[in-house]
């Protein structure tokens, strides 16, 4: 099984601390955010990571190199900036097979392995990790929608009337029909090529879209404040004692 992080951002709303150096070496917790999420592919059992680059990408290279902790990298480069559906498909040549993808700039506090052992035992098109969360937030997410199966039918994003609470952080495991989906994706209000796009596309054309959930905290860092807020969260759960302690 192969890893897919998609790393190519430029954190303008990070500045100044992006402002000669990707957002994905922004640190929090002691370590970048990249190592974050190169540490949660490879507990999951990736054997290589692509890694999707593109502003200043030449520094994660030299900081990374060839490997990660024994787990081979290989890097693409996505030269406009386009959206993730687009940056999906600047991967699509290094991957064989069903991946894991998530975003370079999102942090659990649990472990995630629990979507990839469930894309396994259900084996359809897609599984999107989701998080239930208070309905302001749902405001200000993208949400799936699901169906009388309990299968994702549809996303809407940023929706003003939720019609659930199960928001999207940014883990999912895909078969690689999810490239032919991406390429049928059209730009959105934005100009951007928007990943939860395919995702209802692959339901549309009848493909099974599956989801399970995570709990706990997490923190899609795209602002001082979420840095901040992700921060105080890995001290709470370095704090927080072992299961049956005292």
Known sequence: MQGVILA??????LRPLTDSRPKPLVEVGGKPLLT????RL???????????I????????DRYGEAFEGTPLTYAYQEERKGLAHATLVAEEHVEGPFVL????????EDVSHCLEYH???????????????RPEAQRSGVIVTDEEDRVVRSVEKPDDPPTTLALPGLFVFDPIVFDACRLV???DRGEYELPDAFDLLAYAGHRVEYTET?????????????EQAERYLVQSQEQPPAGTD
């Open 8 to 13: 190519a951002g430029k954190g303008t709303r």
């Open 186 to 188: 059209t730009p959105s």
């Open 102 to 109: 998530t975003y370079a700039d999102v942090l659990f506090e």
């Open 120 to 134: 396994r035992e259900t084996d359809p098109a897609a599984t999107l990790l989701v998080t239930d969360v208070p």
């Open 215 to 227: 709990e706990g905290w997490r923190v899609n860092v795209n602002t001082q404040e979420d840095r």
């Open 54 to 61: 593109g502003y200043e990408g030449a520094k994660i290279v």
């Open 36 to 39: 974050h999420s190169l540490e």
């Open 42 to 52: 490879v507990s999951m059992g990736v054997d290589e990571v692509v890694v999707v």
